[in-house]
C-alpha cells in the first residue's frame, strides 16, 4: 500500500482527503497527537505527507523541517495562507509542494502522483550510481550524505540538489537561473534569494567536512565548484 500520512487540524478537512484517497487505494494516516507527530511519522513510515501550516502549538514549518531531518520522503503543504512569502518559507523548510485551500481534490491527487512518480515510481533512475565521487567528495544520492576523508553531513533537499548539480560540473560555472531551475519544478515557488541562502548553507557543510573556498561566486555569472584538493594546498 502507498502510505499518506495527512497532519492537518480541521477533522473535516482530515476526513474529506482522506475518504478521497481511499477510494484510490491509498493507506492513509492522520495526526493523533500534535504534540508527536515526528514519532508519528516515524510509526506509520509513509511515503508522502500532506502538511498544514497553521498547527497546534507547532506550525507546519518547524514539523516539516523535524520530518526533513528523519527522512527524504514527499512533502505537500496545503494551506489556506496563500501568500508568496508561505511558499518560499514552506520550500526553503523541506517542502516539496504547496497547494492553497480551498483546493480540488483533483489538483491534490495528481500532485500526490506526480511526486509519487518522481520519487518512488518510473521516473526515478534506478540504474545510476548512488555515490557520486569527485576528487574523493562523495555525495550519496539516496541518502544525502556528503563525505570527504572520512568525515560526513547531512544535507538537506534542496543542499543535495544544488551539490548535485555542482559535482556534475565540477569546475564549470553555472548560472543562478539554471541552479534554480534545478531546485524547482514549479518557477511560481521560485526566489532569487532563496537560492543565495541555500548556496550559503552548502558552502558551510562543505565547511563541517573540512573543504573551504571550493564554492565560488562567479560575479554576474553564477556559481562554481572547483577541485577541492586545490583548496588544501
Same mark, same amino acid.
Given at each position: 500500500?502507498?502510505?499518506?500520512?495527512?497532519?492537518?487540524?480541521?477533522?473535516?478537512?482530515?476526513?474529506?482527503?482522506?475518504?478521497?484517497?481511499?477510494?484510490?487505494?491509498?493507506?492513509?494516516?492522520?495526526?493523533?497527537?500534535?504534540?508527536?507527530?515526528? *514519532?508519528?511519522?516515524?510509526?506509520?513510515?509513509?511515503?508522502?505527507?500532506?502538511?498544514?501550516?497553521?498547527?497546534?502549538?507547532?506550525?507546519?514549518?518547524?514539523?516539516?523541517?523535524?520530518?526533513?531531518?528523519?527522512?527524504?520522503?514527499?512533502?505537500?503543504?496545503?494551506?489556506?495562507?496563500?501568500?508568496?512569502?508561505?511558499?518560499?518559507?514552506?520550500?526553503?523548510?523541506?517542502?516539496?509542494?504547496?497547494?492553497?485551500?480551498?483546493?480540488? $481534490?483533483?489538483?491534490?491527487?495528481?500532485?500526490?502522483?506526480?511526486?509519487?512518480?518522481?520519487?518512488?515510481?518510473?521516473?526515478?533512475?534506478?540504474?545510476?550510481?548512488?555515490?557520486?565521487?569527485?576528487?574523493?567528495?562523495?555525495?550519496?544520492?539516496?541518502?544525502?550524505?556528503?563525505?570527504?576523508?572520512?568525515?560526513?553531513? *547531512? $544535507?538537506?533537499?534542496?543542499?543535495?540538489?544544488?551539490?548535485?548539480?555542482?559535482?556534475?560540473?565540477?569546475?564549470?560555472?553555472?548560472?543562478?537561473?539554471?541552479?534554480?531551475?534545478?531546485?524547482?519544478?514549479?518557477?511560481?515557488?521560485?526566489?532569487?534569494?532563496? $537560492?543565495?541562502?541555500?548556496?550559503?548553507?552548502?558552502?558551510?557543510?562543505?565547511?563541517?567536512?573540512?573543504?573551504?573556498?571550493?564554492?565560488?561566486?562567479?560575479?554576474?555569472?553564477?556559481?562554481?565548484?572547483?577541485?577541492?584538493?586545490?583548496?588544501?594546498?
Amino acid at each position: 500500500m502507498r502510505r499518506i500520512y495527512i497532519v492537518e487540524d480541521d477533522p473535516k478537512i482530515c476526513d474529506i482527503l482522506a475518504d478521497f484517497l481511499h477510494k484510490y487505494d491509498y493507506d492513509v494516516t492522520t495526526v493523533q497527537d500534535f504534540d508527536r507527530i515526528d *514519532q508519528e511519522f516515524k510509526d506509520d513510515d509513509p511515503q508522502l505527507v500532506l502538511l498544514d501550516i497553521n498547527l497546534p502549538r507547532f506550525d507546519g514549518f518547524y514539523w516539516c523541517r523535524k520530518l526533513r531531518a528523519l527522512s527524504n520522503c514527499p512533502i505537500i503543504f496545503i494551506s489556506a495562507r496563500d501568500s508568496g512569502m508561505d511558499q518560499v518559507m514552506a520550500i526553503e523548510n523541506g517542502a516539496d509542494d504547496y497547494i492553497t485551500k480551498p483546493f480540488q $481534490l483533483e489538483v491534490v491527487l495528481a500532485k500526490i502522483k506526480s511526486l509519487m512518480r518522481r520519487v518512488y515510481g518510473e521516473y526515478r533512475n534506478q540504474k545510476e550510481n548512488p555515490i557520486m565521487d569527485i576528487s574523493d567528495l562523495q555525495l550519496d544520492t539516496s541518502s544525502f550524505v556528503l563525505t570527504f576523508q572520512s568525515r560526513h553531513v *547531512q $544535507l538537506t533537499k534542496k543542499e543535495f540538489l544544488l551539490a548535485q548539480a555542482l559535482l556534475s560540473n565540477i569546475e564549470k560555472v553555472l548560472s543562478r537561473e539554471y541552479l534554480l531551475e534545478r531546485l524547482w519544478d514549479d518557477q511560481d515557488f521560485v526566489d532569487d534569494n532563496t $537560492l543565495s541562502v541555500n548556496i550559503t548553507r552548502v558552502r558551510k557543510k562543505l565547511a563541517d567536512i573540512g573543504i573551504e573556498g571550493a564554492l565560488i561566486t562567479i560575479r554576474s555569472a553564477g556559481y562554481k565548484l572547483v577541485n577541492v584538493w586545490e583548496t588544501l594546498q
